[in-house]
């Protein structure tokens, strides 16, 4: 059973800076990429960011320069660094992930809140 855990989420001011984590357990012998997706009400879940497991990464036109994305392979988690956090980057993120255990399957957290507010 895989289970992907975040947290880090929360209420910050504008400008200000969250660190999400994500961490996959589990039979995992694989993870070839992690992400991040946000859903704010009203709203589809979006992609925020995404890295492979060599690095390479990918950013909604949002995010860029105020978000970095970077993983640490050893330790089956993912993390989000947000700076310069605005009203609209408030939603619930997700954890993604897709994991080889037998085979390859797609697995989501359980979502963290981040509020950013004055």
């Known amino acids: 059973q895989v289970q992907l855990v975040e947290s880090g989420g929360g209420l910050v001011q504008p400008g200000g800076s969250l660190r999400l984590s994500c961490a996959a357990s589990?039979?995992?012998?694989?993870?070839?990429?992690m992400g991040w997706y946000r859903q704010a009400p009203g709203k589809q879940r979006e992609l925020v960011a995404a890295?492979?497991?060599?690095?390479?990464?990918n950013y909604a036109d949002s995010v860029k320069g105020r978000f970095t994305i970077s993983r640490d392979n050893a330790k089956n988690t993912v993390y989000l660094q947000m700076n310069s956090l605005k009203p609209e980057d408030t939603a619930v993120y997700y954890c993604?992930?897709?994991?080889?255990?037998?085979?390859?399957?797609?697995?989501w957290g359980q979502g963290t809140q981040v509020t950013v507010a004055s």
């Open positions: 589990g039979s995992i012998f694989s993870i070839p990429a």
């Open positions: 993604n992930a897709d994991i080889v255990t037998g085979v390859l399957q797609g697995y």
């Open positions: 890295i492979t497991r060599g690095g390479i990464t």
